[in-house]
């Protein structure tokens, strides 16, 4: 089943109002068992949605991890969106946070590119409408789930710049691969200019303290070059996803 579809919210509308708003609730404190239950099937519910919206995704998928705040025509956003067009060339879904920012420019890459553009959007107080750029897209209340989605179903990760929720991604993927949970996918950073605080803080201090071994800072990669991002992704995804690749591609947008 082609996922080349027109942007449109997943249909199950009775269900998403169902689990809209419950995530707050659950997370609000103790409360009698009959609650923590609802709360249970709501997110059960959740999941149900995630894995039939990805059921029928056949290629790969990389995910870009990045800040909602970056305009049109800044240097992050212009990056993350030539990131997107090279992994859509070389085969690749990708897949975002649906929202703007760096998230709109790696899906708008996708489609130029000629791919498939998707999107894991997140519920918030002040709403982060879907980009424009999304061939298909999923809406959830719950950034737990959200974060299960958005690394279940993809093989490798790109990471721009961004804040905390970049930041948690980020680390929550790291260590799942460094607890050997998920596959040694390949997570690339990219801004080196950015990152490069965050690789000293973690060499000398969390490095030098003892709190991870030496070898975990080769976990994530850095470059700022999008042609290098791709190549260092089509090496490393695992041989599972890598045979599910396209030998070519023809179909980029000018």
């Known amino acids: 089943m082609s996922l080349r579809k027109q942007p449109s919210a997943h249909p199950e509308s009775l269900l998403m109002q169902r689990v809209k708003g419950v995530e707050a609730q659950f997370l609000a404190g103790q409360r009698d068992r009959g609650a923590d239950l609802e709360s249970a099937v709501q997110t059960f519910l959740e999941f149900l949605r995630g894995y039939e919206f990805f059921g029928d995704m056949h290629q790969p998928c990389v995910t870009v991890f990045g800040s909602a705040r970056f305009p049109a025509g800044h240097r992050y956003y212009t990056l993350a969106r030539a990131v997107?067009?090279?992994?859509?060339?070389?085969?690749?879904?990708?897949?975002?946070?649906?929202?703007?920012?760096?998230?709109?420019?790696?899906?708008?890459?996708?489609?130029?590119?000629?791919?498939?553009?998707?999107?894991?959007?997140?519920?918030?107080?002040?709403e982060q409408k879907p980009n424009r750029y999304l061939d298909r897209f999923i809406e959830m209340d719950h950034f737990?789930?959200?974060?299960?989605?958005?690394?279940?179903?993809?093989?490798?990760?790109?990471?721009?710049?961004?804040?905390?929720?970049?930041?948690?991604?980020?680390?929550?993927?790291?260590?799942?691969?460094?607890?050997?949970?998920?596959?040694?996918?390949?997570?690339?950073?990219?801004g080196t200019e950015f990152w490069q605080h965050l690789r000293t803080f973690v060499r000398n201090s969390l490095i030098a303290e003892g709190t991870i071994s030496p070898e975990d800072l080769e976990l994530a990669r850095l470059t700022d070059s999008p042609a290098e991002a791709v190549k260092l992704i089509r090496q490393a995804v695992p041989a599972s996803c890598r045979k599910r690749l396209p030998k070519t591609r023809s179909n980029a947008r000018p």
Request: with cysteine.
């Open 144 to 190: 737990f789930v959200r974060k299960v989605m958005l690394v279940k179903y993809s093989c490798a990760f790109v990471v721009m710049p961004g804040g905390f929720g970049t930041l948690d991604e980020t680390f929550e993927s790291l260590t799942l691969i460094q607890c050997r949970k998920i596959a040694r996918f390949p997570v690339v950073l990219m």
């Open 84 to 126: 997107g067009r090279g992994l859509a060339e070389a085969g690749f879904a990708v897949m975002t946070g649906g929202g703007p920012g760096i998230m709109e420019a790696a899906n708008r890459g996708a489609r130029e590119g000629g791919g498939v553009s998707l999107g894991c959007n997140i519920i918030l107080p002040h």
